[in-house]
């Protein structure tokens, strides 16, 4: 039996965690959940639509969204945790149909889009009645995943598995042929390691001789706990802009985010980031009043981008024992489960075909 820490236990690490075989693998999960993305986050499953034109990328997130339905039957994930409610997409200039035909075309290659159908004002506000009347496309494939929910399911399961979870940060060193993992009262020798550790790889691999392009991206989410009945069944509405409106179950509606670069690690909620994202989001809304009438709780992570806002996730150049994901950025609960899938396959079979999915690992990792 092999001893593996993984560190970092977000969506990747978790998710890795409870794919992994423990029949080969003892597992210890590190995690210190400062500022974690995925605890944070907005929760939409939808990547078809967008207007990046990396295509790796591309080809990881429609996967990543494909790989949803395997994931809710692995873990038996309920309703509460993530549901497939489908996606709104509003325009500002109501210029629905060359949207209609980008979505077309992806169904082509990614079936799991659903069905597609441009909606009168009605039937818009019918689906999501917070929304003013105004046409909409509507694709049934879209989802949410309540982050945070997802974290509480597979750490229950990973722990009845009698997988380790240490909530501390860990310090990495190799001597010999053995990892050392150092937290605040103790140091444990591992046979491989899995970095899962969003913008903390660059320093978990600076000792080891490793630059890391990861960069630190400040979000900031409003929360707002409403009367509203019915908002788990509602769909996503993805706005023109950089705001999405998020419901779930018990009338919360979730609105964001915001992309700081400049903010980095920054944890502080700003006056700024409800201004910007209520100024985004109310021209599109029939019934605005809960920005008023209900406190926001803000929500804010760290998210992790790299210089072509590109994920990556690999064994080390010098050392197949060790593998690194991260660089998730704005699209890691879509992808960020499917990655945790792969990096444990190649753990318990060898498998690593995963050039369709992005560029060397030496474009992100230097020496
Ligand atoms: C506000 C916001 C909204 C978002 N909305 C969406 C969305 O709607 N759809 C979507 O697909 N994606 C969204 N994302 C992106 C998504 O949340 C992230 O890309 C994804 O969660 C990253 O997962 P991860 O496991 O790589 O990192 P994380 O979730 O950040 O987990 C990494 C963990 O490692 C820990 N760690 C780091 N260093 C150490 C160390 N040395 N020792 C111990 N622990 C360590 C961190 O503290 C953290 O807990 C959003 C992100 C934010 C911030």
New binding site residues.
């Given amino acids: 039996m092999k001893k593996l820490a993984i560190?970092?236990?977000?969506?990747?690490?978790l998710t890795l965690a409870n794919y992994l075989d423990l029949t080969k693998y003892n597992v210890t999960v590190?995690?210190?959940?400062?500022?974690?993305?995925?605890?944070?986050?907005?929760?939409?499953?939808s990547p078809w639509l967008s207007k990046r034109r990396n295509k790796k990328w591309y080809q990881l997130a429609k996967d990543g969204a494909a790989f949803y339905p395997k994931l809710v039957q692995d873990f038996s994930l309920p309703h509460t945790v993530y549901q497939q409610t489908g996606t709104l997409i509003l325009r500002k200039d109501g210029d629905l149909g060359s949207l209609m035909q980008l979505a077309e075309e992806r169904k082509q290659s990614a079936p799991e889009i659903g069905n597609i159908q441009l909606l009168t004002a009605e039937q818009v506000t019918e689906k999501l009645p917070l929304l003013q009347a105004q046409p909409a496309l509507f694709i049934t494939g879209g989802g949410k995943l309540d982050?945070a929910s997802y974290l509480e399911t597979l750490r229950q399961r990973a722990l009845t598995k009698m997988i380790t979870i240490k909530t501390?940060?860990?310090?990495l060193s190799r001597i010999h042929d053995q990892w050392l993992v150092q937290t605040s009262d103790e140091t444990e020798q591992f046979d491989a390691v899995a970095l899962?550790?969003?913008?903390?790889?660059p320093?978990?691999l600076e000792p080891l001789g490793y630059t890391t392009d990861i960069r630190a991206q400040k979000?900031?989410?409003l929360a707002f706990e409403t009367s509203f009945k019915n908002s788990g069944s509602w769909p996503v509405a993805m706005l023109d802009g950089e705001s999405?409106l998020?419901p779930f179950e018990d009338g919360q509606i979730l609105v964001?985010?915001?992309h700081e670069n400049e903010g980095g690690f920054d944890l502080t909620p700003t006056k700024e980031a409800f201004s910007l994202l209520k100024e985004k989001t109310v021209p599109f809304l029939a019934e605005s009043t809960f920005f008023d009438t209900y406190p926001a709780a803000y929500?804010?992570?760290?998210?992790?981008y790299t210089s072509d806002f590109a994920p990556f996730f690999n064994y080390l150049p010098d050392n197949p024992t060790a593998v690194v994901?991260?660089g998730?950025?704005?699209?890691?609960?879509?992808?960020?489960p499917y990655i945790g899938f792969l990096l444990a396959n190649y753990f318990n079979e060898g498998n690593n075909n995963w050039e369709n999915y992005q560029k060397p690992i030496g474009t992100y990792l230097s020496k």
């Fill in positions: 560190i970092g236990g977000g969506i990747i690490g590190f995690d210190n959940p400062v500022g974690q993305a995925t605890k944070a986050s907005a929760g939409i499953i982050g501390d940060t860990a310090k899962c550790a969003g913008p903390g790889l320093s978990l979000g900031q989410l999405d998020i964001g985010a915001t929500r804010v992570g760290t998210r992790a994901a991260s998730l950025g704005s699209s890691g609960l879509t992808t960020g």
